[in-house]
Protein backbone atom coordinates (compact mmCIF):
# COMPACT_ATOMS: atom_id res chain seq x y z
CA UNK A 1 0.00 0.00 0.00
CA UNK A 2 1.57 3.31 -1.10
CA UNK A 3 0.23 6.42 0.79
CA UNK A 4 -1.89 9.27 -0.60
CA UNK A 5 1.36 11.40 0.61
CA UNK A 6 4.31 9.34 -1.22
CA UNK A 7 5.94 10.95 -4.32
CA UNK A 8 3.27 11.58 -7.31
CA UNK A 9 5.20 8.51 -9.41
CA UNK A 10 4.31 6.21 -6.98
CA UNK A 11 7.78 5.18 -5.51
CA UNK A 12 8.83 5.32 -2.12
CA UNK A 13 10.45 8.38 -0.63
CA UNK A 14 14.23 7.07 -0.52
CA UNK A 15 15.65 8.06 3.01
CA UNK A 16 19.41 8.60 4.10
CA UNK A 17 20.26 8.32 7.72
CA UNK A 18 23.13 10.25 9.19
CA UNK A 19 24.55 8.72 11.93
CA UNK A 20 23.65 5.72 13.59
CA UNK A 21 23.41 6.48 17.53
CA UNK A 22 20.32 5.20 19.73
CA UNK A 23 18.17 7.84 17.52
CA UNK A 24 19.54 6.64 14.41
CA UNK A 25 19.82 3.05 14.52
CA UNK A 26 15.65 3.56 15.65
CA UNK A 27 14.88 5.57 12.57
CA UNK A 28 16.59 2.88 10.72
CA UNK A 29 13.83 0.19 11.81
CA UNK A 30 11.17 2.59 11.62
CA UNK A 31 12.09 3.07 7.66
CA UNK A 32 12.36 -0.63 7.09
CA UNK A 33 9.28 -1.53 8.76
CA UNK A 34 7.31 1.05 6.90
CA UNK A 35 6.05 0.29 3.33
CA UNK A 36 5.83 4.12 2.03
CA UNK A 37 9.17 4.45 2.72
CA UNK A 38 12.99 2.42 1.60
CA UNK A 39 17.00 2.87 2.84
CA UNK A 40 18.80 4.83 0.64
CA UNK A 41 21.84 5.07 2.37
CA UNK A 42 23.51 5.56 6.09
CA UNK A 43 26.66 7.81 6.81
CA UNK A 44 28.58 6.80 9.77
CA UNK A 45 31.21 8.72 12.29
CA UNK A 46 33.20 5.89 13.72
CA UNK A 47 35.38 3.82 11.32
CA UNK A 48 34.45 0.38 13.23
CA UNK A 49 31.23 0.92 11.62
CA UNK A 50 32.04 1.61 8.40
CA UNK A 51 31.08 -0.62 5.75
CA UNK A 52 29.10 -2.31 7.99
CA UNK A 53 24.92 -3.33 6.73
CA UNK A 54 22.88 -0.93 8.16
CA UNK A 55 20.30 -3.85 8.60
CA UNK A 56 23.01 -5.48 11.33
CA UNK A 57 23.84 -2.14 12.64
CA UNK A 58 20.02 -1.53 13.32
CA UNK A 59 19.65 -5.27 15.05
CA UNK A 60 18.00 -6.26 12.27
CA UNK A 61 18.59 -8.75 9.19
CA UNK A 62 21.34 -7.86 6.59
CA UNK A 63 19.59 -5.34 3.69
CA UNK A 64 22.40 -5.01 1.16
CA UNK A 65 22.88 -0.83 2.47
CA UNK A 66 26.23 -0.69 3.86
CA UNK A 67 27.37 2.52 5.35
CA UNK A 68 29.96 5.35 4.42
CA UNK A 69 32.01 7.75 5.95
CA UNK A 70 32.40 9.35 2.94
CA UNK A 71 29.79 12.46 2.36
CA UNK A 72 30.80 12.26 -1.12
CA UNK A 73 28.85 9.08 -1.57
CA UNK A 74 26.10 10.19 0.17
CA UNK A 75 25.97 13.38 -1.65
CA UNK A 76 25.68 11.38 -5.33
CA UNK A 77 22.84 9.21 -4.02
CA UNK A 78 19.46 9.21 -5.16
CA UNK A 79 17.38 9.97 -2.39
CA UNK A 80 14.70 11.93 -1.15
CA UNK A 81 15.44 13.13 2.20
CA UNK A 82 18.29 13.04 5.14
CA UNK A 83 17.03 11.82 8.67
CA UNK A 84 20.19 14.21 10.16
CA UNK A 85 20.60 12.89 13.73
CA UNK A 86 24.44 13.60 14.45
CA UNK A 87 25.89 13.90 18.56
CA UNK A 88 24.35 17.14 19.30
CA UNK A 89 27.05 20.04 19.08
CA UNK A 90 28.02 23.16 20.67
CA UNK A 91 28.24 25.35 17.54
CA UNK A 92 26.14 25.07 15.45
CA UNK A 93 27.79 26.96 12.48
CA UNK A 94 30.39 24.12 12.64
CA UNK A 95 27.67 21.51 10.92
CA UNK A 96 26.30 23.93 8.59
CA UNK A 97 28.45 23.56 5.82
CA UNK A 98 27.26 19.46 6.30
CA UNK A 99 23.73 20.31 6.27
CA UNK A 100 24.05 23.30 3.55
CA UNK A 101 25.85 20.22 0.94
CA UNK A 102 22.99 17.67 1.63
CA UNK A 103 20.32 20.52 0.77
CA UNK A 104 22.01 21.98 -2.03
CA UNK A 105 22.20 18.08 -3.52
CA UNK A 106 18.95 18.08 -4.12
CA UNK A 107 17.78 15.84 -0.40
CA UNK A 108 15.17 17.35 1.74
CA UNK A 109 16.73 16.98 5.54
CA UNK A 110 15.03 16.66 8.83
CA UNK A 111 17.03 17.07 11.92
CA UNK A 112 16.78 15.81 15.05
CA UNK A 113 19.62 17.93 16.52
CA UNK A 114 18.52 21.29 16.53
CA UNK A 115 16.72 23.25 13.65
CA UNK A 116 13.07 23.59 15.21
CA UNK A 117 13.78 27.37 14.43
CA UNK A 118 16.63 28.17 12.67
CA UNK A 119 16.17 31.83 12.66
CA UNK A 120 17.01 31.70 16.55
CA UNK A 121 20.54 31.32 15.04
CA UNK A 122 20.94 34.57 13.20
CA UNK A 123 20.28 35.87 10.26
CA UNK A 124 23.66 34.87 8.38
CA UNK A 125 22.90 31.29 9.62
CA UNK A 126 19.26 31.36 8.47
CA UNK A 127 20.58 32.90 5.05
CA UNK A 128 23.29 30.34 4.22
CA UNK A 129 20.41 27.86 4.87
CA UNK A 130 17.46 29.18 2.84
CA UNK A 131 20.57 29.83 -0.19
CA UNK A 132 21.41 25.82 0.06
CA UNK A 133 17.71 24.63 0.30
CA UNK A 134 17.42 27.34 -3.06
CA UNK A 135 20.29 25.35 -4.86
CA UNK A 136 18.26 22.46 -4.44
CA UNK A 137 15.04 22.82 -4.16
CA UNK A 138 14.89 21.46 -0.99
CA UNK A 139 13.08 22.03 2.24
CA UNK A 140 15.25 22.05 5.55
CA UNK A 141 13.10 20.79 9.30
CA UNK A 142 14.03 20.37 12.67
CA UNK A 143 12.08 17.87 14.60
CA UNK A 144 11.95 15.79 17.41
CA UNK A 145 10.71 14.74 21.46
CA UNK A 146 12.04 18.05 23.10
CA UNK A 147 12.68 20.04 21.31
CA UNK A 148 11.03 19.63 18.40
CA UNK A 149 7.42 18.81 20.68
CA UNK A 150 6.74 18.78 24.04
CA UNK A 151 9.20 22.41 24.24
CA UNK A 152 7.29 24.01 21.85
CA UNK A 153 4.85 21.96 19.70
CA UNK A 154 2.79 20.78 22.72
CA UNK A 155 2.71 24.48 24.04
CA UNK A 156 1.31 26.30 21.13
CA UNK A 157 -1.26 22.99 20.43
CA UNK A 158 -2.27 24.63 23.94
CA UNK A 159 -2.65 27.60 23.56
CA UNK A 160 -5.43 27.49 21.20
CA UNK A 161 -7.43 27.03 23.78
CA UNK A 162 -6.83 29.98 25.49
CA UNK A 163 -6.85 33.86 24.90
CA UNK A 164 -5.10 36.87 26.10
CA UNK A 165 -1.94 34.98 27.20
CA UNK A 166 0.26 36.43 29.41
CA UNK A 167 3.32 33.28 30.04
CA UNK A 168 3.62 30.15 28.86
CA UNK A 169 5.86 27.47 31.07
CA UNK A 170 7.04 23.99 30.03
CA UNK A 171 8.77 21.35 31.87
CA UNK A 172 10.55 17.97 31.40
CA UNK A 173 12.20 15.88 33.87
CA UNK A 174 13.66 13.43 32.40
CA UNK A 175 14.98 10.18 33.88
CA UNK A 176 18.49 8.40 31.81
CA UNK A 177 18.85 5.41 34.13
CA UNK A 178 17.88 3.38 30.79
CA UNK A 179 19.98 5.63 28.44
CA UNK A 180 22.56 3.35 26.99
CA UNK A 181 25.04 6.10 25.50
CA UNK A 182 28.06 7.12 27.75
CA UNK A 183 28.43 9.57 25.59
CA UNK A 184 25.12 11.80 26.46
CA UNK A 185 25.41 11.23 29.83
CA UNK A 186 28.79 11.68 30.68
CA UNK A 187 29.91 14.30 28.25
CA UNK A 188 27.23 15.77 27.04
CA UNK A 189 25.14 16.32 30.46
CA UNK A 190 27.99 15.72 32.95
CA UNK A 191 26.95 13.24 34.74
CA UNK A 192 29.52 11.26 36.59
CA UNK A 193 32.05 14.53 36.68
CA UNK A 194 33.07 16.62 39.62
CA UNK A 195 31.60 18.90 41.37
CA UNK A 196 34.94 21.49 39.54
CA UNK A 197 35.16 18.79 36.21
CA UNK A 198 31.34 19.96 35.95
CA UNK A 199 31.75 23.64 36.47
CA UNK A 200 34.91 23.74 34.19
CA UNK A 201 32.60 22.50 31.42
CA UNK A 202 29.25 24.62 31.93
CA UNK A 203 30.63 27.46 29.95
CA UNK A 204 30.40 25.63 26.59
CA UNK A 205 27.77 23.52 27.98
CA UNK A 206 25.97 26.92 28.28
CA UNK A 207 26.27 28.21 25.15
CA UNK A 208 25.41 24.57 23.51
CA UNK A 209 21.93 24.55 25.81
CA UNK A 210 21.18 28.03 24.77
CA UNK A 211 21.39 27.15 21.61
CA UNK A 212 19.50 24.24 21.43
CA UNK A 213 16.32 25.63 23.18
CA UNK A 214 16.25 28.84 22.14
CA UNK A 215 15.17 27.48 18.98
CA UNK A 216 12.15 26.61 20.91
CA UNK A 217 11.28 29.30 22.66
CA UNK A 218 11.37 31.46 19.47
CA UNK A 219 9.35 28.88 17.48
CA UNK A 220 6.90 29.50 20.83
CA UNK A 221 7.01 33.44 20.11
CA UNK A 222 6.55 33.58 16.78
CA UNK A 223 3.82 31.44 16.92
CA UNK A 224 2.32 33.49 19.25
CA UNK A 225 2.94 37.04 17.19
CA UNK A 226 6.03 37.78 19.91
CA UNK A 227 9.38 38.90 19.53
CA UNK A 228 11.65 37.96 22.61
CA UNK A 229 14.11 40.67 23.56
CA UNK A 230 16.33 38.29 25.14
CA UNK A 231 16.97 34.48 26.50
CA UNK A 232 17.68 34.52 29.99
CA UNK A 233 19.85 30.96 31.08
CA UNK A 234 19.95 29.65 34.84
CA UNK A 235 21.91 26.35 35.67
CA UNK A 236 21.40 24.06 38.91
CA UNK A 237 22.90 20.98 39.93
CA UNK A 238 22.96 17.75 42.39
CA UNK A 239 25.39 15.74 43.23
CA UNK A 240 24.55 11.89 43.93
CA UNK A 241 24.22 10.90 47.56
CA UNK A 242 25.31 7.34 46.82
CA UNK A 243 26.64 5.15 44.11
CA UNK A 244 24.02 5.08 41.45
CA UNK A 245 23.72 2.75 38.10
CA UNK A 246 22.69 3.59 34.78
CA UNK A 247 22.93 1.71 31.67
CA UNK A 248 25.76 3.64 30.28
CA UNK A 249 27.87 3.20 32.96
CA UNK A 250 28.35 4.29 37.38
CA UNK A 251 27.42 7.15 38.78
CA UNK A 252 30.08 7.74 41.94
CA UNK A 253 28.79 9.06 45.61
CA UNK A 254 29.67 12.96 45.25
CA UNK A 255 29.68 13.35 41.43
CA UNK A 256 27.19 15.19 39.67
CA UNK A 257 23.65 13.24 39.14
CA UNK A 258 21.21 15.97 38.49
CA UNK A 259 20.19 19.51 36.57
CA UNK A 260 17.76 21.90 36.22
CA UNK A 261 18.23 24.27 33.49
CA UNK A 262 15.86 27.20 33.23
CA UNK A 263 15.70 29.03 29.74
CA UNK A 264 13.57 32.08 30.47
CA UNK A 265 12.29 34.01 27.08
CA UNK A 266 11.89 37.78 27.65
CA UNK A 267 9.49 40.73 26.03
CA UNK A 268 9.08 44.08 27.24
CA UNK A 269 11.45 43.41 30.63
CA UNK A 270 9.48 39.85 31.80
CA UNK A 271 9.25 36.82 31.19
CA UNK A 272 7.05 35.36 28.57
CA UNK A 273 8.16 31.92 27.94
CA UNK A 274 9.79 29.54 30.41
CA UNK A 275 11.13 26.07 29.20
CA UNK A 276 12.65 24.21 32.36
CA UNK A 277 14.72 21.04 31.69
CA UNK A 278 15.62 18.76 34.17
CA UNK A 279 17.97 15.69 33.58
CA UNK A 280 18.36 12.97 36.82
CA UNK A 281 20.85 9.91 36.31
CA UNK A 282 18.51 7.63 38.21
CA UNK A 283 15.23 9.59 39.34
CA UNK A 284 13.90 5.91 41.66
CA UNK A 285 16.97 6.30 43.84
CA UNK A 286 17.13 10.34 44.37
CA UNK A 287 14.79 12.74 45.82
CA UNK A 288 11.71 14.20 44.20
CA UNK A 289 13.24 17.89 44.18
CA UNK A 290 12.89 19.16 40.88
CA UNK A 291 9.56 16.45 40.59
CA UNK A 292 9.07 13.21 39.14
CA UNK A 293 9.72 12.40 35.11
CA UNK A 294 7.30 13.79 33.42
CA UNK A 295 5.30 16.35 31.30
CA UNK A 296 4.21 19.82 32.65
CA UNK A 297 2.34 22.22 30.53
CA UNK A 298 1.01 25.70 31.89
CA UNK A 299 -1.10 28.91 30.08
CA UNK A 300 -1.69 31.99 32.15
CA UNK A 301 -4.65 33.12 29.88
CA UNK A 302 -8.08 33.31 29.89
CA UNK A 303 -8.64 30.46 30.84
CA UNK A 304 -5.48 29.16 32.48
CA UNK A 305 -4.38 25.41 31.09
CA UNK A 306 -2.51 23.25 32.44
CA UNK A 307 -1.53 19.36 31.61
CA UNK A 308 0.50 17.29 33.05
CA UNK A 309 1.92 13.61 32.59
CA UNK A 310 4.40 11.07 34.26
CA UNK A 311 7.11 9.89 32.12
CA UNK A 312 4.25 6.98 30.75
CA UNK A 313 3.10 9.49 28.53
CA UNK A 314 6.46 8.86 26.60
CA UNK A 315 7.90 5.55 27.64
CA UNK A 316 10.49 5.67 24.87
CA UNK A 317 11.77 9.29 23.85
CA UNK A 318 14.41 8.05 21.66
CA UNK A 319 11.27 5.81 19.32
CA UNK A 320 9.03 9.19 19.64
CA UNK A 321 11.93 10.94 18.42
CA UNK A 322 12.72 8.93 15.27
CA UNK A 323 9.16 8.35 14.77
CA UNK A 324 8.26 12.05 14.65
CA UNK A 325 11.07 12.57 11.82
CA UNK A 326 9.77 9.65 9.94
CA UNK A 327 6.26 11.00 9.75
CA UNK A 328 7.54 14.54 8.98
CA UNK A 329 8.72 13.31 5.69
CA UNK A 330 6.17 13.15 3.43
CA UNK A 331 5.14 16.39 4.26
CA UNK A 332 8.76 17.82 4.09
CA UNK A 333 9.27 16.37 0.77
CA UNK A 334 6.34 18.14 -0.49
CA UNK A 335 6.92 21.27 1.38
CA UNK A 336 8.24 24.56 -0.73
CA UNK A 337 12.35 25.01 -0.72
CA UNK A 338 13.03 26.68 2.32
CA UNK A 339 13.33 26.77 6.14
CA UNK A 340 10.37 24.96 7.05
CA UNK A 341 9.19 24.90 10.82
CA UNK A 342 6.41 23.36 12.54
CA UNK A 343 4.60 26.85 11.53
CA UNK A 344 4.79 26.07 8.04
CA UNK A 345 4.06 22.40 7.44
CA UNK A 346 0.71 20.68 7.95
CA UNK A 347 -0.50 18.85 11.34
CA UNK A 348 1.91 15.54 10.82
CA UNK A 349 0.27 12.90 12.18
CA UNK A 350 1.14 9.06 12.41
CA UNK A 351 0.87 6.10 10.34
CA UNK A 352 -1.99 3.06 11.16
CA UNK A 353 -0.87 -0.24 10.28
CA UNK A 354 -4.07 -2.25 8.96
Known sequence: MIRADAPATGRRHRVVQWATGAIGRSVIRGVLDRDDMELAGVWVHTPAKEGADAGALAGRAPIGVHATRDIGEILA??????????????????????????????????????????????????????????????????????????????????????????????????????????????????????????????????????????????????????????????????????????????????????????????AAGRPVITVEIVHKANAARMSDEWGRPGYSLRVDGRPPLTMTAGEELICDAISAAAAHALNSVPAVCAADPGIRTYLDLPVISGRMQV
Open 77 to 266: LDADCVIYAPSPVHDRFAELGTICALLASGKNLISLSGLVYPRAQGPQFAGELEQACKRGGTSVHGTGVSGGFMADVMPLVLTRLSRRITHVYARECSDFARHPSWRMVHEMLGFGKTEEAYQRALRPNRAAMRAMFAESLHLVAAGLGVDLDEIDVDVDYRLAGADLTTAAGPIPRGTVAAARWTFSGL
